[in-house]
């Protein structure tokens, strides 16, 4: 069945660090994919999607491209701050009727000051 | 921003227990969803729903129950809670079946 798979639980970086949180996924089709990020004590928040084989979301200065020969969506930022430390998670549509949602395992970033 | 709102932020319950877990948006969206989050899994869909008197089986359905009374309304019953249901739950809610989800903040769920 359609799956999304998040390599890193855990990232840890400096502010000003370099991020990226890898994002593979299985699905047949042109699946929507997300990425969300979920702050401590609050519910998922949505961050940007893309539709189409080489569309890039981009949002708060984090974007992802949408690759459907490597079927990713990869993650990154150029420079994080301690701000932007939460739980990353990486999702597809996928059902004909409803907007339902699989989810990755989500990615823990922790930016040091 | 949509507004999803969930109450109790937090329950405890004994094994066998009846629980109702509500969730109420206020922004006339046609779609409300159940999920549960737990570590390792991420967020997995229980039950789903398009309109007042509408129920849709999600991934993780079992032990779960689910009414969707009004447009605004989603609740989630656990008539005989187990300990394997101890986790966070969250509500979310869209407009249209392609449109972006907007989640609650949460209630945490104790099975002792």
């Known amino acids: 069945g359609d799956s999304v798979t998040q390599t890193e639980g855990q990232v840890a970086l400096s502010e000003e660090d370099f991020l990226t949180i890898h994002c593979n996924y299985s699905?047949?089709?042109?699946?929507?994919l997300f990425w969300y990020v979920q702050y401590p004590g609050e519910g998922p928040q949505f961050l940007f999607r893309?539709?189409?084989?080489?569309e890039k979301g981009s949002s708060r200065g984090f974007e992802a491209t949408y690759n459907k020969e490597a079927t990713s969506f990869h993650l990154q930022k150029a420079s994080v701050q301690e701000s932007d430390s939460a739980v990353y998670y990486c999702?597809?549509?996928?059902?004909?009727?409803?907007?339902?949602?699989?989810f990755g395992t989500g990615t823990l970033l922790s930016v040091k000051p | 921003e949509a507004a999803v709102t969930q109450s109790p932020r937090n329950k405890v319950t004994v094994t066998g227990g009846n629980v109702t877990l509500s969730c109420r948006q206020t922004?006339?969206?046609?779609?409300m969803y159940w999920y549960r989050q737990d570590t390792g899994h991420g967020l997995r869909l229980i039950h789903y729903?398009?309109?007042?008197?509408?129920?849709q089986i999600g991934d993780v359905p079992d032990g779960y129950k689910a009414t969707r009374t009004t447009q605004e309304d989603f609740f989630l019953l656990l008539e005989l809670a187990s300990p394997s249901q101890t986790s966070l739950y969250f509500c979310?809610?869209?407009?249209?079946?392609?449109?972006?989800?907007?989640f609650g903040p949460g209630t945490r769920l104790l099975v002792l």
């Open positions: 979310a809610s869209s407009s249209d079946s392609q449109d972006t989800q907007y």
């Open positions: 699905a047949s089709g042109y699946p929507a």
């Open positions: 893309a539709s189409r084989d080489k």
């Open positions: 999702a597809l549509n996928y059902g004909g009727s409803g907007n339902k949602l699989i």
């Open positions: 922004n006339s969206h046609n779609y």
């Open positions: 729903s398009y309109g007042a008197g509408n129920l």
